[in-house]
């Protein structure tokens, strides 16, 4: 049955969806933090660099880079199989490049108009250190844009992983997608796809969630 097919698949893709977002969040942010706070100086024109390089570069050319470096040269990491934690390095490195790089982008816009605000000059007026005026009202502050973002990145991931998932033969979603197309497997075809729709639903719904949880400033009721 086409249920039984896509439950089967559906755990192997959601691990490395969520493995994949947990190194993008903390690349991303890092880096979106770091050039925000150091705005136009080198720490800012390196993460900026390598972020817009992060959003260039193919992710199937990554994952064969990363492959030919860590599995065939150096024999560090597994090549394809989702058999162990192991084989979630590269995969999921290689799927969250992209979105780090994003976020980063989108953690300093946010960052650099939050730490212009009175509320941080009041902050540091009042002898706060500069490491909690940033972590304690800054990214607070800063996080409702950014949390949009994650969440439609996050729903990116967990549809969008075909061409990774090909790549290291991934027992997931994407490839199965794949070969529903190329055996013209429609039933398979409409499940995935009305499956990919109510996780963008539901994605939505928890981001929305976060909003208040987040920010006081904002309830719903």
């Known amino acids: 049955p086409v249920s039984e097919e896509i439950a089967s698949r559906f755990l192997p893709t959601l691990w490395l969806t969520i493995t994949s977002m947990i190194w993008a ?79 980063a982008r989108f953690t300093r816009s946010s960052f650099v108009d939050v730490l212009s605000e009175d509320y941080m000059r009041t902050a540091r007026a009042k002898g706060v250190s500069e490491t909690w005026v940033v972590l304690k009202h800054g990214l607070r502050n800063a996080m409702i844009p950014v949390v949009t973002m994650m969440g439609l990145q996050f729903g990116f991931l967990l549809g969008g992983s075909i061409v990774v998932e090909k790549v290291f033969n991934w027992p997931g979603l994407g490839r199965l997608l794949v070969d529903s197309v190329d055996m013209r497997d429609y039933p398979v075809i409409q499940a995935e796809v009305l499956l990919f729709s109510l996780e963008f639903i539901l994605i939505n719904l928890v981001v929305d969630v976060l909003y208040a949880a987040i920010n006081p400033a904002i309830r719903y009721k």
């Open 25 to 103: 969040v903390l690349f991303g942010m890092a880096i979106g933090i770091a050039a925000a706070v150091w705005r136009n100086r080198w720490p800012d024109r390196l993460g900026m660099t390598l972020a817009v390089t992060g959003i260039s570069f193919p992710a199937f050319a990554l994952g064969m880079l990363l492959m030919q470096i860590f599995s065939v040269d150096l024999g560090w990491l597994p090549t394809v199989g989702a058999d162990s934690w192991q084989h979630y390095i590269l995969p999921s490195l290689t799927l969250g490049a992209a979105v780090a790089s994003v976020m």
